[in-house]
T-cell receptor
């Protein structure tokens, strides 16, 4: 079955540590996205990539970094510079950017203490 | 800039009653519009989308939405609520450059037996 996988489902880290969240898709989609979800705030775009080896900052990129070395993979690193990293992180992909629907992974809940 | 407003952060309906979730958008370009549903601790799933053509769009699970350009609205309806419809619902509009989508803050739907 085609889809998007995110691992792990739950992640716990100590403050000051960098952590990388995995996102893999086997849908052969060009575009991939990372969102952060906090209660009552909907989805906020962190980074997106329209093609391999290219990515753009979203609305809340500070304290995060990404790479897109392979079409199927778009890992997100939450750095120690992110002031409030505890959140639910969602990865998504679409055939091409913009007006096509996005397919979402199951999410990773990150807790930093 | 594109934006999405969802009236009512929380809506409660009785089982069997009409479901109406409101979405208004602003867009400087012809919009592509989406409704997604999210169950607890899961990713988002596409319910339906409007791209061009027929303004009444039918989706999965008995939901439908009507695009009204004059009212800049894309309200989601279902004639008869089921307990399994309890979830978070997000309306989204394509961005100006069609390279991403803008999500609304979400509406939490509760279904009362």
């Amino acid at each position: 079955d085609g889809g998007i996988t995110q691992s792990p489902k739950y992640l716990f880290r100590k403050e000051g540590q960098n952590v990388t969240l995995s996102c893999e898709q086997n849908l052969n989609h060009d575009a991939m996205y990372w969102y952060r979800q906090d209660p009552g705030q909907g989805l906020r775009l962190i980074y997106y990539s329209q093609i391999v080896n290219d990515f753009q900052k979203g609305d809340i990129a500070e304290g995060y970094s990404v790479s897109r070395e392979k079409k199927e993979s778009f890992p997100l690193t939450v750095t120690s510079a992110q002031k409030n990293p505890t959140a639910f992180y969602l990865c998504a992909s679409s055939i091409t950017p913009g007006h096509y629907e996005q397919y979402f992974g199951p999410g990773t809940r990150l807790t930093v203490t | 800039a594109q934006s999405v407003t969802q009236l009512g952060s929380h809506v409660s309906v009785s089982e069997g009653a009409l479901v109406l979730l409101r979405c208004n958008y602003s867009s400087s370009v012809p919009p592509y519009l989406f409704w997604y549903v999210q169950y607890p601790n899961q990713g988002l799933q596409l319910l339906l989308k409007y791209t061009t053509g027929a303004t009444l769009v039918k989706g999965i699970n008995g939901f439908e939405a009507e695009f009204k350009k004059s009212e800049t609205s894309f309200h989601l309806t279902k004639p008869s609520a089921h307990m399994s419809d309890a979830a978070e619902y997000f309306c989204a509009v394509s961005g100006t450059s069609y390279d991403k989508v803008i999500f609304g803050p979400g509406t939490s739907l509760s279904v009362i037996p």
